[in-house]
């Protein structure tokens, strides 16, 4: 009998493993913005898909310099468009949200679509770049803001830290500073690149210009950005890493997930005026 049960006590005593082996190319993978741009690789299936069964994804994609990022947070009040991109299209190092108060700093961001409408042509903001962090290659988050002049403005929400994942996801960036566009990619592994938590993908692997591009599932929700690609895979810093890192500089409202379906009554406050911030329940 205790032969049998050995077995499956040390299972469920064994410590977690903090990885899977890196897949092949690892060792030569560097920014997505230090990447060339491929004209031919236009011609490969599944590249540069912008046609209108692609708009949910590509609705919140927009352009930040020679990168991209996501939409994922509107705050009604003070009219605050909330932006995810990676950290490396800032320096390398740490900047905290304390930092960017005293250091303020601004970056030019150009939208392709307001909801589901396509712009002619991309219209530029100027950005508050608010916290980033670039370090030890894997650590690759930043966190911007800007005044959308549109009504009701599109989002892709954060998945919730506890989030299991899915065999494929959306990847959504602008190749070459060119338009936003969809790529439908592999999911291979999910794994601890150091401390962090970072995705592994392959199929229609990232070019330069998709550098803090989104990273969607197939409801147009946010759990990865861009960070680097080589040997014919991408990695993403993942939705544990982005948690991490807007919790600690104090962003995590952005991380909320909204619901406008049910109407507030208190008695406390009979003229119902909350800030968009405000929730009737708990959250975890």
């Given amino acids: ?39 031919t690789s236009v011609t490969r299936s599944g590249w540069e898909e912008r046609t209108k069964e692609f708009r949910k994804w590509l609705s919140t994609g927009v352009r930040i310099g020679g990168g991209s ?8 009040k003070g009219n605050w468009m909330y932006i995810i991109s990676c950290g490396h ?3 390398q190092t740490r900047r905290s949200a304390e930092y960017y108060k005293e250091n303020p700093r601004s970056a030019t961001i150009e939208v392709f679509y307001k909801n589901d409408k396509k712009l002619s042509q991309p ?3 100027k950005a508050q770049v608010l916290c980033h962090v ?49 790529y439908l990619v592999k999911h291979v592994q999910r794994r601890i690149n150091g401390d962090v938590y970072e995705i592994v993908t392959t199929e229609n692997s990232p070019r330069g210009g998709r550098s803090g591009g989104g ?11 861009c960070s680097r690609a080589g040997g014919g895979y991408g990695y993403f810093s993942d939705w544990k890493q982005i948690h991490a890192f807007l919790e600690d500089e104090g962003y995590g409202f952005v991380l909320k997930r909204k619901s406008h379906q049910f109407r507030i009554i208190d008695r406390n406050n009979p003229q119902g005026i909350y800030d968009d911030d405000y929730y009737a329940f708990p959250q975890n």
């Fill in 134 to 182: 670039w370090m030890n290659g894997a650590h690759d988050v930043s966190l911007l803001r800007f005044h959308p002049d549109w009504q009701n403005p599109r989002v892709s929400p954060m998945v919730p830290v506890d989030y299991k994942g899915s065999s494929h996801y959306h990847s959504i960036g602008c190749d070459g500073r060119s338009e936003v566009a969809h």
């Fill in 123 to 125: 219209e530029s903001f």
């Fill in 1 to 39: 009998m205790l032969k049998k049960i050995l077995p499956i006590l040390l299972l469920w005593t064994a410590p977690l493993a903090a990885a899977d082996p890196p897949p092949p190319g690892h060792s030569g993978i560097k920014p997505i913005s230090e990447i060339p741009y491929y004209t």
């Fill in 89 to 91: 299209l800032f320096e």
């Fill in 69 to 76: 990022g996501t939409m994922t947070h509107y705050q009604k």
């Fill in 215 to 225: 990273l969607l599932n197939d409801k147009g929700e946010l759990l990865g950005i």
